[in-house]
């Protein structure tokens, strides 16, 4: 199965509306970290986490690895978020082997 | 500031031709870099990763090599293609633990 699940695969939100995705996972990762894909391919790093919260302007994650799994809210949604949003995770000290997940596809109604 | 350069944006190749992308990394010495796949629509695959000159450790192969001739530099290649090889190509960079990838390249095999 998938070392790293993530849900929805999909979701399509209107713009101002607030969402919540997440990753799963059956590997013992000690950091995780989220990309967004915007459409043009451009992968950029949201964030790296150790166990807890992090915040930044409208996007907010959290990651508990006792549980094994991570969070990504997006408040008041806006069309510059639309993409394909991928957590990814390290079982290990440096980022040599991350793991990603298959990816949130993103998008929103004007 | 650190800036990543792939080459080229593009290609369009015909099965059993040779293939070579590069990577360049500005403002970093030494950085730990990575070669990732992504299918159309898919997640990433990591391939390689290189932490120093002459040094490349293979993640996984599919008939593909890869090279670090420079501190900066990262190459990508292959003497005969597959038509399994299109999708596209991402090269990246470690920088305080946390992943950073270039605009890519798009191959296709035809």
């Known amino acids: 199965g998938d070392k790293v699940k993530q849900s929805p695969s999909a979701l399509s939100l209107q713009e101002g509306t607030n969402s919540a995705l997440r990753c799963n996972f059956s590997?013992?990762?000690?950091?995780v970290q989220w990309f967004l894909q915007n459409p043009r391919g451009s992968l950029i790093n949201l964030f790296y986490?150790?166990?807890g919260t992090k915040e930044n302007g409208r996007l907010k994650s959290a990651f508990d690895s006792k549980e094994s799994y991570s969070t990504l809210h997006i408040r008041d949604a806006q069309l510059e978020d639309s993409g394909t949003y991928f957590c990814?995770?390290?079982?290990?000290?440096?980022?040599?082997?991350?793991?990603f997940g298959k990816g949130t596809k993103f998008s929103l109604i004007p | 500031a650190q800036t990543i350069h792939q080459w080229p944006v593009a290609e369009i190749k015909a099965v059993g031709s040779p293939l070579s992308l590069g990577c360049t990394i500005k403002?970093?010495?030494?950085?730990?870099l990575y070669w990732y796949w992504q299918a159309t629509g898919g997640t990433l695959q990591q391939l390689f990763y290189?932490?120093?000159?002459?040094?490349v450790e293979s993640v996984v192969q599919l008939n593909l090599s890869a090279s670090r001739p420079k501190d900066d530099q990262f190459i990508l290649s292959t003497e005969k293609l597959l038509l399994s090889h299109s999708g596209f190509y991402l090269c990246?960079?470690?920088?305080?633990?946390?992943?950073?990838f270039g605009h890519g390249t798009k191959l296709s095999v035809l």
């Open positions: 990246a960079w470690l920088s305080n633990e946390r992943l950073f």
């Open positions: 290189s932490i120093t000159v002459g040094q």
């Open positions: 990814a995770a390290d079982p290990g000290t440096g980022s040599n082997r991350l793991t």
């Open positions: 986490l150790v166990p």
């Open positions: 590997i013992a990762a000690t950091t």
């Open positions: 403002g970093k010495s030494s950085p730990n």
